[in-house]
């Protein structure tokens, strides 16, 4: 996991270990607003639903609890997560254990420099017997979609996951298909290597609601893994928490959070600043702040409120922002690049006032 740390103006110094996502001491659902203590208005069916497929992927993938949070938020909010982490370190894990404990189905895709669109949307098969063409449909058919090395494969290949990504659909010769709900991609790309890669255009960085590393374990936990995984794969005795009726009630529920106006206000401040910032040559998108937006909307559900607060925002910013920024100094690697963006954004957020 790629970790800066830096000054801004005022002397202040800025570790972006500072801004996490998920911590296990966060503030549950009352909070204080004026004053008053607000009850949660979610029912305690949605928001142990959260928990329990928080809990269920958490006795699988040990000591991440922030990559857990993360993929659950994109889930939440109909996105997908980029990971760019190196090899081994639990990110196909993440994966399986999030459709297992969901119910849904499962389908993993090797990035290679050969595969072909066909190969993930699927291709038309003539059938002689019945005298038409029948749909033989690739893994892009499934509820989570591991595209394992992304950057491995040309950008014609990389490009078949965009209406997929976007629309929740594909179209296959004259013919849309529409995906099932709930439909996750979930993609890795090494950061270290670049011989060999393509790296992904910023169209397809865009379509990414969050980018996270997971990085190693802590030591006292990989010794329990070292002593767990004697028994097997922990993945293959992992049962649904959840059903995808749930799911997509969820989905529908983020949709309804609360966003007050200085919230607005206060995310449009920090996107103005990497749109006129001398180290950004473009800043976020308009697609990035809505992304943004319905991020934090995920993010209060799944800590059991109605409404957002700043810190959801702010705890969002990097991993769901900095990927969609283009620099103005060109970079020789993934991990550098990435580096140098989250360290722009964290400066910035910690730079804007937060609304009080």
């Known amino acids: 996991m790629v970790l800066v740390a830096f000054s801004v103006p005022g002397g202040d110094r800025v570790d972006a270990r500072d801004l996490r996502l998920y911590s296990a001491n966060m503030p549950a ?68 254990a999030l459709a297992a404990a969901l119910g849904g189905t499962f389908r993993r895709i090797q990035f290679t420099s050969d595969l072909l669109p066909s190969d993930i949307v699927g291709v038309s098969i003539y059938d002689q017997h019945g005298k038409a063409f029948e749909l033989s449909r690739g893994p892009i058919f499934a509820n989570v979609v591991l595209a394992d090395e992304i950057n491995r494969t040309t950008p014609r290949t990389q490009s078949a996951l965009l209406e997929a990504m976007s629309e929740g659909q594909v179209s296959i010769d004259d013919t849309t298909h529409t995906l099932e709900a709930p439909f996750l991609v979930i993609a890795t790309q090494n950061p270290a290597e670049h011989y060999g890669t393509y790296p992904l255009p910023e169209s397809q960085m865009d379509r990414f609601l969050l980018r996270i590393a997971i990085g190693y374990p802590a030591k006292h936990v990989e010794r329990e893994l070292l002593r767990e995984r004697a028994g097997g794969d922990p993945v293959t005795r992992l049962s649904p928490v959840v059903d995808l009726k749930a799911v997509r009630a969820l989905q529908d529920a983020v949709e309804t959070i609360r966003v007050e106006d200085a919230l607005l206000d206060y995310a449009m401040a920090i996107v103005e600043e990497t749109r006129r910032h001398p180290a950004i040559s473009i800043g976020v998108s308009t697609r990035g702040v809505l992304a943004w937006y319905r991020a934090a909307q995920a993010a209060a559900l799944a800590a059991g409120r109605d409404f957002v607060v700043p810190d959801d925002l702010k705890l969002l910013a990097v991993p769901c922002l900095a990927h969609r920024l283009v620099l103005a100094q060109s970079h020789d690697s993934i991990g550098r690049l990435r580096a140098d963006g989250q360290r722009l954004i964290a400066e910035i957020a910690h730079r804007v006032a937060v609304p009080t």
Do not use: F, N, Q
């Not at 993938?61 to 760019?84: D, F, N």
């Open 29 to 96: 659902v009352p909070v204080s607003s004026g004053g008053a203590i607000l009850p949660a208005p979610l029912s305690s069916t949605d928001i142990g639903a959260v928990r329990k497929l928080e809990d269920a992927v958490a006795t699988v993938v040990r000591g991440k609890p922030e990559a857990i949070r993360a993929s659950v938020v994109t889930l939440l909010a109909r996105g997908h997560l980029l990971i760019e982490d190196i090899p081994g370190v639990g990110k196909t894990t993440l994966a399986r």
